[in-house]
């Protein structure tokens, strides 16, 4: 209780504003464009490091979809796709429901 009495009037608007960011990223990436996703993954190099057996291997580090789509801007920065937020969450779209199926 001592914590929320100790809370300002400005975090509270940060905590809020994240949270929204935070809803925002994850609808935004349910509605990613699956297509164009396929598209951008097929021509890009991320075969250079892995094959597909990656994503369906029992042990796994991507655990969520939150996590999947880190790991493609983790993957984007390492190989300079250079792609925009809107494509990154396209190509998470694309290896979330051929591959992770998360909800």
Same mark, same amino acid.
């Given at each position: 209780?001592?914590?929320? =009495?100790?809370?300002?009037?400005?975090?509270?608007?940060?905590?809020?504003?994240?949270?929204?960011?935070?809803? $925002?990223?994850?609808? $935004?990436? $349910?509605?990613?464009?699956?297509?164009?996703?396929?598209?951008?993954?097929?021509?890009? =190099?991320?075969?250079?490091?892995?094959?597909?057996?990656?994503?369906?291997?029992?042990?796994?580090?991507?655990?969520?979809?939150? =996590?999947?789509? $880190?790991?493609?801007?983790?993957?984007?920065? *390492?190989? *300079?796709?250079?792609?925009?937020?809107?494509?990154?969450?396209?190509?998470?779209?694309?290896? *979330?429901? *051929?591959?992770?199926?998360? =909800?």
């Amino acid at each position: 209780m001592k914590f929320i =009495k100790t809370l300002t009037k400005n975090s509270i608007l940060g905590l809020a504003g994240l949270l929204i960011s935070v809803a $925002a990223s994850t609808s $935004a990436m $349910a509605a990613g464009n699956e297509a164009n996703g396929k598209k951008l993954f097929t021509g890009s =190099k991320c075969d250079q490091c892995h094959g597909t057996e990656v994503y369906t291997r029992k042990d796994r580090k991507v655990t969520s979809l939150a =996590k999947l789509e $880190a790991q493609v801007r983790r993957c984007d920065s *390492n190989l *300079n796709t250079n792609w925009f937020d809107d494509e990154i969450i396209d190509v998470t779209a694309h290896l *979330n429901k *051929n591959y992770y199926k998360f =909800k």
